[in-house]
């Protein structure tokens, strides 16, 4: 048994004390014999942190603290659970950081890492420290350049030009997400955007498939939703448009669109400025303006490009196509709108019916006819704006009075006999970039040999170490700091000899967190990423919880992994997570916390004061732990005292009654064991901490003595939620294991749920005139009884003849009077 202290409340010495004893005894660390063959295995894990030099902040212990009441909860269910944790280390945060203040980043993250786990430690998490990782270690980021290589093999990685968002500031690319109205997020410089040469992996193979399985997730409603959307399945059709004019007989203008229903209102085509064709496509006279918009757009970021409230501009090359439905010529023109990365990278632009080319047909003055009209509108009436839904068919020739569903379908089967037209599903998840340039990242392990061209390193001489380079600031060139350390890219083509170069871009960070839960099991192997033994037992993971911010990049990227590497042969299973739960968000003082404002909280002065279970306790109380809470300041003074109430109410343990428990308080009791168990595994954590606060009322009433069979079941309620105190007055209640080897979740009787006395409403004509106690289960007869001894009641029966009873058990009594 533990040392057991004073009997003064003491949470600091209370819980450096257990945490202690965790470390001592092992108590949630597994052995390899247990990590292999577990009884009952439950992999409970939360989003691994980026170690900034900050350290940990409410929002972090927020979602720590509940992921970790749920791994909990399940052990004290029996449940063997993995509760493992780790550092996303790699990235342009903590580049950027270092290159702030003066700090070489492979100095800067160990020291970041030992405050995260300082901290960490501190809030009392059920972290096997024995099988932690880190993705700037070489022996992790050997696997992520294995995995690289996996697919490089597969045919699911490949180089090619692209147009990216270019941040001249960070110097870097960046994702989509990371531009903030035109401007960096990090940085807020404009953006620009370049044409670079780049890795990719394929997503856009899987889209379907990680569309469909969505179905099949037990997830939060907003992250599949959010995936759903991410992914972007449309149903339309590719049209073909013959271009016009010399040397162009044989180039078509493909389209993509959803509404092969307005062709017949196709009165102009747009191509994006990118598009290969529009050299081809433009006229002499105007070369010059086509290339000084080119030009104008290329210096734009893509994000931009994409907003419907933009301002419409745009140049006409002189070139025409012929619509294939009506036969008509009609002008081709580029506009900054259109996105070489969405569809074909040209549209058909239907001005009556698309409210992006109304705006852009009215700014220069290009026919806007209307092909679908509403079923009781005129097909002739001038439109003042585009009308965008659906109706019947109007000025389409033989298709007119058909509805657009159908109709659309018709025309699409009339142009595919003429091969200008076929059905196609189309979806708006794009390959993956995963080229960084800059330092502080896992090197791509590829050389580029001017013979054999892109040659995987051999996986035997993994990992390709990222060099110590002092200077390590990225420029403007678009090259990574790495292609200037020659004696580092300088190599030999593992396949002829010849002299070759390494790559020299770093791989994303979202590389490295798209699998590291595949790691954490695996963590002593030194000959594979993931033992299959161990992966088969613990994957796929049982619960994952962390914010839902990482639904479309993290989460998504990590799912393709996982698919991939199930086709490749690598694993089991083709999904990674069988159960997400996405926490909600903390604000303070109703509003939301940032550095700018300074107003972030750094737990750890509020540890130091009131202790980790106090501070567990108040996150969890604050609100639906799905929809997250107001932080105040004076809030925690509540979960305070509630840990001193039920510290003195089991201690001094001599002083506990050992008779049953007092009706009253057994019933409470029962129905406190009801609610918590019903609600835990839904992480109603809120409602649960509610109900052990007003059963320790009920137990603590005026003048009673605490009984032990009324006190030992909350003590193990309350441990997912405060694990040292609940260890300590489980070793003072005599237990010589850990509450969470030892105990079990108690039991309860739903015969013991029901309330002795209940109360009945009694009606006179359907209006409530009298409520009374009355024992649980009462007759009729006898509730007929007590109701007439009621003055309120009786007065309405003096002179009255009762009709008809309507007795409804323990809950209604309706007389009805004449």
């Not at 009392?124 to 992520?144: A, E, H, I, L, S």
């Not at 004509?765 to 009641?793: C, D, F, S, W, Y």
Request: hydrophobic share 40%; proline share 7%.
């Amino acid at each position: 048994m533990a040392e057991q202290a004073s009997d003064r409340y003491d949470a600091g010495q209370l819980e450096e004390k257990w945490q202690r004893e965790w470390d001592e005894r092992g108590t949630n660390t597994f052995s390899e014999e247990r990590m292999r063959s577990p009884s009952d295995p439950y992999y409970n894990l939360m989003m691994f942190p980026y170690p900034s030099a900050e350290g940990l902040h409410v929002g972090n212990i927020y979602a720590f603290t509940g992921a970790d009441v749920h791994g909990r909860y399940q052990r004290l269910r029996g449940r063997e659970v993995f509760e493992p944790m780790g550092f996303d280390a790699f990235g342009i945060h903590s580049e950027n950081f270092a290159l702030k203040v003066g700090v070489h980043p492979m100095d800067l993250i160990p020291a970041n890492v030992a405050n995260f786990t300082r901290q960490l430690r501190r809030m009392g998490g059920m972290f096997d420290w024995n099988r932690t990782v880190d993705t700037t270690t070489p022996d992790y980021y050997r696997w992520t350049q294995w995995l690289f290589l996996q697919l490089f093999k597969g045919g699911l990685a490949e180089r090619k030009e692209a147009p990216v968002n270019w941040c001249p500031s960070c110097m870097t690319v960046l994702a989509n997400e990371q531009v903030i109205a035109g401007l960096c997020e990090r940085c807020d410089t404009p953006v620009e955007q370049r044409h670079i040469a780049q890795w990719f992996f394929k997503i856009s193979d899987y889209a379907q498939r990680l569309l469909s399985n969505l179905e099949g997730l037990d997830w939060s409603a907003t992250t599949r939703k959010a995936q759903e959307n991410w992914i972007g399945r449309s149903e339309g059709a590719l049209l073909r448009f013959p271009v016009l004019g010399e040397g162009s007989d044989e180039s078509q203008l493909e389209v993509y669109t959803t509404r092969p229903d307005t062709v017949f209102g196709a009165t102009y085509m747009v191509l994006a400025p990118e598009h290969p064709l529009v050299p081809e496509v433009t006229s002499p006279e105007q070369r010059e303006a086509v290339e000084e918009y080119r030009a104008q757009a290329s210096r734009m970021d893509l994000v931009a490009r994409r907003k419907v409230e933009q301002s419409k501009t745009g140049v006409f090359t002189g070139g025409h196509c012929r619509n294939p439905a009506t036969g008509e010529r009609i002008p081709i023109w580029i506009a900054d709108y259109v996105l070489m990365d969405y569809g074909t990278g040209a549209i058909m632009a239907v001005p009556g019916h698309d409210e992006r080319d109304f705006d852009f047909a009215t700014a220069f003055g290009l026919p806007i006819p209307r092909v679908v009209a509403a079923e009781d509108a005129d097909a002739d009436t001038l439109l003042t704006e585009a009308f965008t839904g659906s109706g019947r068919l109007v000025n389409s020739g033989r298709f007119d009075g058909m509805d657009t569903e159908s109709g659309g379908r018709a025309i699409v089967d009339w142009l595919a006999e003429r091969a200008l037209a076929e059905p196609r599903i189309n979806f708006r998840l794009h390959d993956w970039c995963i080229s960084r340039q800059r330092y502080w990242g896992p090197p791509i392990p590829i050389v580029h040999c001017d013979a054999c061209g892109p040659v995987p390193v051999p996986e035997e001489e993994l990992p390709v170490v990222l060099p110590r380079v002092d200077d390590f600031k990225p420029d403007d060139s678009g090259v990574s700091p790495l292609a200037r350390v020659e004696d580092w890219y300088r190599t030999s083509c593992p396949e002829c000899g010849a002299e070759a170069r390494r790559e020299t871009d770093v791989s994303d960070t979202f590389l490295d967190s798209g699998w590291y839960f595949l790691r954490y099991p695996s963590a002593h192997s030194d000959d594979a990423p993931f033992d299959p033994d161990l992966t088969r037992t613990w994957l796929p993971v049982d619960c994952y919880i962390g914010g839902n911010e990482h639904a479309v990049l993290h989460l998504l990227y990590s799912r393709f992994l996982t698919m991939a590497l199930h086709d490749l042969g690598h694993l089991d299973f083709e999904e990674p997570f069988t159960k997400f739960r996405a926490h909600g968000l903390i604000v303070r003082e109703g509003a939301k916390m940032s550095k700018s404002r300074g107003n972030v909280v750094i737990p750890d002065a509020i540890i130091e004061r009131h202790g980790a279970d106090s501070f567990r306790l108040y996150l969890m109380f604050l609100g639906p732990f799905e929809e997250g809470g107001d932080y105040r300041d004076q809030g925690i003074q509540g979960p305070v005292g509630f840990l001193k109430r039920l510290w003195s109410s089991v201690v001094p343990v001599e002083g506990l009654r050992e008779s049953d428990p007092d009706p009253e308080v057994e019933r409470k009791l029962h129905q406190t064991i009801e609610q918590v168990g019903r609600q835990l595994p839904g992480l109603q954590y809120n409602t649960s901490i509610a109900a052990m606060m007003e059963y320790l009322n009920v137990v603590r009433a005026e003048g009673r003595t605490p009984a032990r069979s009324e006190v030992e079941p909350l003590v193990v309620l309350i441990a997912p939620f405060c694990p040292h105190i609940a260890e300590e007055l489980w070793a003072r209640l005599g237990h010589e294991e850990s509450i969470f080897e030892g105990a079990n979740w108690p039991d309860f009787d739903p015969a013991k749920l029901q309330e002795e006395v209940v109360t009945l409403a009694v009606q006179v004509n359907g209006k409530v005139r009298a409520t009374l106690e009355v024992p649980l289960g009462i007759t009729e007869e006898a509730a007929m009884q007590r109701a007439k001894e009621e003055p309120n009641v009786a007065r309405y029966l003096d002179e009255a003849q009762v009709r008809r009873v309507i007795f409804v058990p323990d809950r209604l009594l309706n007389l009805v009077v004449a």
